[in-house]
């Protein structure tokens, strides 16, 4: 039988959400969340930080350690399936860094309830302070049905709970809420400074977080719909609720690499999945590639999507993302050739000397 978050059938759509006495109401946003969404330390402006994926946790630190040795400002870690835990993962990272922030792009939410996030962050939070930056996502159907067995019902309406939960009892240090899918009464000893951001893939994600969330993590997203879509439905999400818009982080797939059939090799080797699961499938149809519905990626979706090239070509991809109205990039490093290993580090420093120049 299928695990399913218990719905009380007495709620009604709209959570009632109760602060404690002495509380600021969290809806629209205090100054202690503009703080965190504009200008805060933890969410500058135009920062180019790095995915760093491995096989083991020993390789996962190295590459997190490695990335600060090359100066490069931000690491994020992907937790998928039954793979390596990010916030664990970060837990160790954080004790053997010093400068590097530490983001999640992102954690599934419906294996964990939002409390026991909570719990990890603040571990992360005292450990790296002012490091930490926790993304949230539903995930995909596939991976929580047949991994999980959860039924993947209404992924917007749990996300939205859950983030309203984590913000809450992160950023107020109490929670009492009664939702239609969660349930959290608890307190913390302290508030913790920690953006909480969310995935998002088409308009409806992306209004939801322009409304609630810190930012919003897109993924092999083309920029021109970053640019159309994306941006003007985190407008009116922002509107609607009152409060500025938080910022884009673009998550993108990058390659330095100087031959493009090499490229798309390694496209349709490491991202063939990602063409496979119905909600990339209708956020490219909806950017103007009907070919996606295919389920593989053509050479056009593959030059929209994937900063590649020589190291002038790639840097002037991300300028572009930028020039979209991305506030932060996500690099996801794509190794191409037959030198895997020498094609990771090409684009690792290509991305510290993106760093290096827009520190100065």
């Known amino acids: 039988m299928a695990l399913r978050h218990r719905v009380r059938p007495e709620c009604s759509l709209n959570a009632t959400l109760t602060l404690r006495a002495g509380a600021i109401p969290l809806w629209p946003a205090d100054r202690f969340d503009r703080n965190l969404m504009n200008g805060g330390a933890l969410m500058d402006q135009k920062l180019v930080g790095v995915v760093v994926s491995a096989p083991d946790s020993a390789g996962m630190l190295a590459g997190i350690e490695h990335a600060e040795q090359l100066g490069i400002p931000a690491a994020w870690l992907t937790t998928g399936g039954t793979g390596i835990d990010a916030l664990t993962l970060y837990a160790a990272a954080a004790v053997r860094t010093t400068r590097i922030r530490l983001g999640t792009s992102i954690v599934p939410i419906l294996p964990r309830h939002p409390l026991v996030v909570v719990q990890q962050v603040q571990v992360l939070a005292q450990l790296a302070p002012g490091r930490f930056r926790l993304g949230l996502g539903p995930s995909h159907r596939p991976t929580m049905e047949a991994t999980f067995g959860f039924d993947f019902l209404a992924p917007l309406g749990h ?90 982080l673009a998550h993108a797939p990058v390659c330095v690499h100087n031959k493009p059939d090499e490229v798309r090799a390694a496209v349709h080797q490491q991202l063939a999945n990602y063409v496979r699961l119905p909600f990339y499938v209708q956020m490219l149809t909806a950017a103007g590639f009907p070919e996606a519905a295919s389920r593989a990626w053509s050479d056009a979706m593959i030059e929209a999507v994937v900063l590649s090239g020589e190291e002038s070509r790639v840097a002037d991809r991300l300028h572009e993302l930028f020039s979209f109205g991305a506030a932060e990039i996500l690099v996801s490093p794509l190794a191409a050739g037959s030198d895997r290993a020498a094609s990771l580090e090409r684009t690792l420093r290509l991305v510290a000397e993106t760093a290096k120049v827009g520190a100065t």
């Open 159 to 248: 996300l939205r709970e859950y983030v309203r939960i984590v913000k809450t009892l992160l950023h107020r240090g109490s929670v009492d809420f009664d939702g239609r899918y969660y349930r959290a009464h608890g307190q913390i000893r302290t508030p913790v400074e920690v953006p909480v951001m969310a995935s998002a893939l088409q308009r409806k994600s992306f209004e939801f977080c322009g409304e609630e969330a810190d930012g919003a993590i897109s993924w092999v997203c083309p920029g021109v719909y970053l640019r159309d879509v994306a941006l003007p439905a985190m407008h009116a999400g922002a509107e609607k609720a009152g409060r500025p818009v938080p910022p884009l």
